[in-house]
């Protein structure tokens, strides 16, 4: 009896110290002001995996920021594809994450990759949003309507409605290489893609 | 009696932990007339950075270590849109400051990256050729300790000869260039 009373206690001081000091630090930049709505911890991952390296990649055609429509098979025998959901506009983790792969062009180009950014957010949305993260040289592509339709076909539609935050490393076959599907309260480090990338080489 | 001495021992520990985490984590950013959090920083490899800080040595220095009268902190990202803008102002404050033979004895600049890794923090440092030396805080242990500041976030400290220190300056953002905020610095420091 004693001993339930201890582990439960034992217990009760676990939980209570995640809930009171997990902490969240986005990092995040003061270009977004205080725009940027607090989600909170989230459930890390929350979607079933459809896909796995060394499937084809499904194709689509989705509306992107510019106005044009962006399909993955335009890109097939020409580049490598990286695929880059976040969840969401106008939140945490996702505001600082694109931004990073905008100074990185050089690092695509060098390995013969074109990057797509998705997320389920509809255009006028995605227009506010990559404003604040001045001009970005990779399309950002609307997965809005119907939506999360992409996501739910590469299998990272979470439960709400917005994807997870995930990577998707396509070559030019097709055929996918790589797939981080991330937690989705933290931003993936640069490297791990990089190393990534330059797999597809060898 | 064995199983109090657990509880005791339990308690404790969680007693400690609560105390460690208040110590390293705090609730605001450091202000003016504060001291810094701790802050351990890996003494750099690259023998010129390591001049430029007047370190020795090898492993962890604490920022009141650096050789200066005045250290500016920029705490930044390599993610964030407003730190790439201002990389090259914050360059140019560098080079002003060295390129004055009073001031480059007295004033030291160093970046810290809020959650990048050492790559990132290297990619940020090829892509604006920062001249001074950045760190990584790849897991926000420095940004948790400074209240998680948004980025860029600018504090200056004044390094007393006694080893003291003290924050005379900090500010979110509003980087208002190489000239106007040396001004800054050299006014609140006392420098000036």
Redesign the interface.
């Known amino acids: 009896m ?2 339930n009373r ?1 582990n439960r ?2 217990l009760s ?1 676990g939980v209570l ?1 995640i809930f009171t ?1 997990s ?9 977004f002001k205080e725009n940027i709505y607090k989600v909170g911890t989230l459930k890390p991952i929350d979607s079933v995996p459809k896909l796995k390296v060394g499937d084809r990649a499904p194709n689509f055609t989705l509306p992107s920021v510019s106005g044009e429509n962006i399909s993955l098979s335009q890109y097939r025998g020409k580049k490598n594809v990286v695929i880059s959901f976040v969840p969401a506009a106008w939140t945490p983790v996702c505001s ?2 694109w ?2 792969y ?3 062009k050089d690092i695509f180009d060098q390995n013969d990759a074109v990057l797509l950014g998705i997320t389920v957010d509809n255009i006028p949305t995605l227009f506010a949003w990559t404003n ?3 001009k970005l040289w990779f399309p950002v592509l609307s997965d809005f309507w119907p939506h999360g339709k992409v996501a739910k076909k590469y299998g990272v539609l979470r439960s709400n409605g917005v994807s997870e935050r995930a990577l998707f490393v396509i070559d030019k076959k097709g055929v996918i290489r790589y797939i981080d599907v991330h937690d989705i309260n933290q ?1 993936p ?3 791990d893609l ?1 190393n990534e990338l330059e797999k597809l080489k060898k | 009696m064995r ?1 109090i001495v ?2 005791l021992a ?2 404790t520990l ?1 007693f400690f ?2 105390l460690g ?1 208040l110590a390293l ?1 705090a609730n605001k950013p450091p202000e003016k007339g504060e001291m810094l959090p701790v802050i351990n920083l890996p003494i750099p490899k690259n023998p010129g950075e390591k001049n430029y800080l007047g370190l020795s040595g090898d492993g962890l220095f604490k920022i009141p270590q650096i050789k200066a009268k005045v250290v500016i902190i920029e705490i930044f ?9 201002d990389a090259p102002g914050v360059n140019e404050l560098y080079y002003t400051i060295e390129n004055n033979p009073d001031f480059k004895t007295k004033i030291k600049l160093i970046g810290i990256g ?4 050492s ?2 923090v290297e ?2 440092k090829k ?1 604006y050729k920062v001249p001074f030396p950045l760190f990584p805080d ?1 897991d ?1 242990v420095i ?2 300790a400074c209240g ?1 500041v ?3 976030y600018f504090i200056v400290v004044n390094i007393n000869e006694d080893g003291t220190h003290q924050i005379v300056h900090s500010q ?2 509003g980087y208002p260039g190489a000239e106007p905020f040396l001004e800054l610095v050299l006014k609140s420091s006392g420098l000036k």
């Open positions: 004693q001993k201890l206690l034992i001081i110290s000091f902490s969240m630090a986005y990092g995040l930049s003061d270009a600082d994450q931004p990073g905008n100074i990185v604040q993260m001045g931003r480090h640069l490297e990089v | 199983k657990v509880l339990v308690m969680f932990w609560v985490y984590a990202s390599m993610y964030c849109p407003f730190c790439q803008k809020a959650g990048n890794s790559y990132e990619v940020f892509t790849k926000f940004h948790k998680e948004r980025t860029p979110l953002g």
